[in-house]
């Protein structure tokens, strides 16, 4: 029998409801006695030296095609040089950056290892991911691994991932990480919050551990050249990302800097005049201090897009063409490119296939799908009745104990205009519900405030644009509204893939109408691949709509999605692609999944008043 929305929303909630916490900052001190150990020295450990290059370069960069997987592209020197010159900026500072706040300090850090079992009370439910397909292609694909013991991230690095409780490595982990440790190029599709954070931050924090020191710039010299650039599309984004890595590479003496617009620029140059080996950036902000030469990029080694689709899709394009392309980045080849989303639709792979050299394709769970752990409903609801309609699913919530009982279950509604997010924010609140919202005419301190506000618990409703759609991993969102539906698929991908992290359980809703006919078969699909009920009135509209309407950019076929080089259609100049592929857990094939892209890539094609608060 099926289960009513509230109990859903209930269990939702259960599943999300916050851990007592305690605070113990004792155990993760940097140690006391005032002596420099190089970080090379203390990542590894005495007995345990890092694997020696294979050929190593000295001086400039090895462009290497990429087709060797006996490590990095910029293997450290032989090995007394190699102990001399650590490759992280913490090198310049003497030993521990004693200025480096501990990234942990508001967190239970025991130096107990966390087991399994202890994992899975948390909330994180690895069984989720076990059974989930997984497609690679290109060349040389270095086999995956199935715990972080089985690669050599680094003392440092390692105690890092304990004190974040991560275990084993989740599945976008186990095989990306030796795909960018062997030194490849990897574009890589996995399901919203399933972990491709740290799959990308770990080899580059890992890599500038041991590679070769970098030429810095003489004293005096007020531009800065990063090793590593992480681009992502919303400022809230980067700022997570800038959280994340920086726990992450925490005592390693690699130095991660961001910087995003709204924010005031003098701060964010005083942090990267303080030195920087990684730069998480918008787009816009990063071209400012590339402009200003503030920012060189010319020693990148590593560069990494997250929501790679997003950043070259039409409304960022060109900027990161100028970015890659333009300034004076290594080329592609002579740098190690990650771009990693969940949804990555082939016209979008065509274009990145610019950025990449020789590169793998990772696709695990099929390209563009939702989690299953998101119990997705959808109701019909005429445009009218929409704040009706939400109030009573507010209403059963309430009476279930949603945000009663449990305090911080947390539901994110999305709208399509700012205007509508406001006006929604003001009428929720006025009929006492406390709400918030984040959109791109609030200023950045207002957003922040709002994002705060929202995780912890004081406004456990917020209004979001497209703005929040991507990447924030907010604990405890219980249940996503979409009380307008994107136009694009992918969108709403990303928006309910908010709730259902990390193996935990979620609930999604949309308010969908005539006005959402072109989604209604994509959406259908998307369900049915999902194992949800789709309604059979949600069929009806499907059977009407075709895939070429509206600005659904999966027209023509929403399951073409793998490599795009699997089509036989791929041909660039010079290409580079080897057609080896391998799939697990039957994905493979293509039988079933012929379908190309066909319809017109429209981009999101904001109009006045519609959402465009990107940055
Ligand atoms: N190996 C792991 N063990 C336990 N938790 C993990 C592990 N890896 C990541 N996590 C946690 O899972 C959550 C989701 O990770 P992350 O934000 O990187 O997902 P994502 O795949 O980038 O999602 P999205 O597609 O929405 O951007 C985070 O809270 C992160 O700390």
């Known amino acids: 029998m099926r289960s009513s929305w509230a109990d859903l929303a209930a269990n939702s909630a259960a599943e999300n409801a916050p851990l007592p916490t305690s605070v113990n900052n004792a155990t993760s001190q940097p140690p006391s006695r005032p002596v420099y150990v190089p970080p090379h020295l203390r990542n590894r450990g005495a007995t345990a030296p890092p694997p020696l290059p294979a050929s190593a370069s000295s001086g400039n960069f090895n462009a290497s095609s990429g087709n060797d997987n006996s490590g990095s592209r910029w293997a450290p020197p032989p090995r007394n040089d190699y102990r001399a010159r650590p490759g992280g900026y913490g090198n310049r500072t003497g030993g521990w950056d004693r200025r480096e706040a501990n990234p942990f300090a508001d967190q239970d850090d025991t130096e107990e290892p966390v087991t399994q079992e202890e994992q899975e009370n948390t909330g994180i439910n690895f069984d989720a991911y076990e059974d989930i397909p997984v497609e690679t292609s290109g060349g040389n694909v270095p086999p995956p691994v199935n715990t972080f013991a089985e690669i050599d991230l680094g003392d440092a690095l390692n105690d890092n991932i304990r004190r974040c409780k991560y275990v084993k490595p989740t599945p976008v982990q186990r095989h990306a990480i030796p795909i960018s440790l062997a030194g490849r190029d990897l574009m890589a599709c996995a399901q919203t919050g399933s972990g491709k954070t740290a799959a990308f931050c770990f080899p580059i924090i890992s890599g500038i551990m041991t590679g070769q020191p970098a030429q810095r710039p003489p004293r005096g010299v007020r531009t800065v050249c990063p090793l590593a650039l992480v681009l992502s599309p919303t400022r809230e984004l980067s700022m997570q990302i800038h959280e994340e890595a920086r726990k992450f590479s925490y005592q390693t ?23 920087v080996d990684i730069l998480v950036a918008t787009p816009g902000r990063l071209v400012d201090l590339l402009e200003r030469a503030r920012v060189s990029l010319s020693m990148i080694r590593y560069l990494a897009l997250d929501e790679a689709d997003r950043m070259l899709d039409m409304g960022f394009e060109p900027q990161i063409r100028k970015i890659v392309e333009q300034m004076d980045m290594p080329p592609a080849g002579a740098r190690q490119t990650m771009l990693f989303s969940a949804t990555f639709p082939k016209e979008i792979q065509r274009l990145a296939s610019d950025f ?46 949603v945000q009663g009982k449990l305090q911080q279950a947390l539901t994110l509604v999305f709208v399509e205009t700012k205007k509508g997010a406001d006006a929604l924010e003001h009428w929720l609140c006025l009929n006492n519900f406390p709400a918030t919202t984040i959109h791109g005419d609030r200023t950045q301190q207002e957003r922040e405030a709002a994002l705060k506000s ?10 979001a644009t497209d703005v929040a759609a991507r990447g924030l991993d907010i604990p405890h969102v219980a249940h996503v509204v979409n009380f307008d539906l994107p136009n694009d698929i992918d969108d709403y991908v990303h928006r309910i893939g908010r709730t259902g992290r990390a193996g935990k359980k979620g609930l999604a809703t949309a308010f969908f109408n005539e006005n959402n006919t072109s989604l209604a078969r994509s959406l259908g699909d998307l369900m049915q691949e999902a194992n949800q009920e789709v309604p059979a009135w949600l069929t009806r509209f499907a059977a009407r709509s075709s895939y070429g309407g509206g600005k659904n950019r999966r027209s023509g076929g929403r399951f073409g999605g793998r490599d795009f080089r699997r089509d036989g259609t791929f041909s660039r100049g010079g290409s580079d692609y080897h057609g080896a592929g391998n799939s697990s857990g039957g994905y493979g094939a293509s039988g079933g999944y012929g379908g190309g892209y066909g319809g017109g890539y429209a981009g999101n094609s904001a109009g006045p008043g519609v959402t465009s608060a990107w940055d």
């Open 253 to 275: 003496g690699v130095r991660v800097v961001v910087a995003y617009g709204g924010a005031p620029i003098n701060q964010q140059l005083r942090e990267l005049e303080r030195g």
């Open 454 to 463: 929202f995780k912890s618990g004081k406004t456990p409703i917020l209004v």
């Open 356 to 401: 990449l050299s020789n590169y793998i394709f990772l696709a695990v769970g099929r390209v563009g799908s939702s989690t299953d752990l998101i119990d997705q409903r959808v109701e019909y609801v005429q445009e009218s009745d929409k704040r009706s309609h939400l109030m009573d699913l507010l209403h059963a919530q309430r009476a279930n104990g």
